[in-house]
């Protein structure tokens, strides 16, 4: 299961798997950020390969004008992955 929303503070929350599944999905979100924008990962407990590729699509949108994502709330297990990925570089970690 997965799930995408906006907090109240306009942080975007991830919570569930952010897989091949659920990829169009936040794909399609994310597609209407103009701004840089906080990404909370607290709540999500997977994220694969196609899920990584969304995110780096909407990082390069987001550089063209000057903004980003923000990554925040990363568990151990997903902080790792975006090391092994070679991602901590690309975005902004909180």
């Given at each position: 299961m997965f799930d995408i929303r906006r907090g109240d503070d306009g942080t975007v929350?991830?919570?569930?798997?952010?897989?091949?599944?659920s990829a169009p999905v936040a794909r399609d979100f994310l597609a209407g950020l103009?701004?840089?924008?906080?990404?909370?990962?607290?709540?999500?407990?997977?994220?694969?390969?196609?899920g990584l590729g969304v995110l780096i699509g909407v990082q390069r949108c987001l550089r063209e004008s000057g903004q980003g994502l923000v990554l925040c709330g990363l568990r151990p297990h997903l902080r790792e992955v975006l090391d092994l990925a070679g991602f901590t570089g690309i975005f902004e970690i909180e």
């Open positions: 929350i991830l919570a569930g798997r952010l897989d091949a599944a103009t701004t840089t924008t906080r990404i909370d990962f607290s709540h999500l407990e997977y994220i694969a390969s196609v």
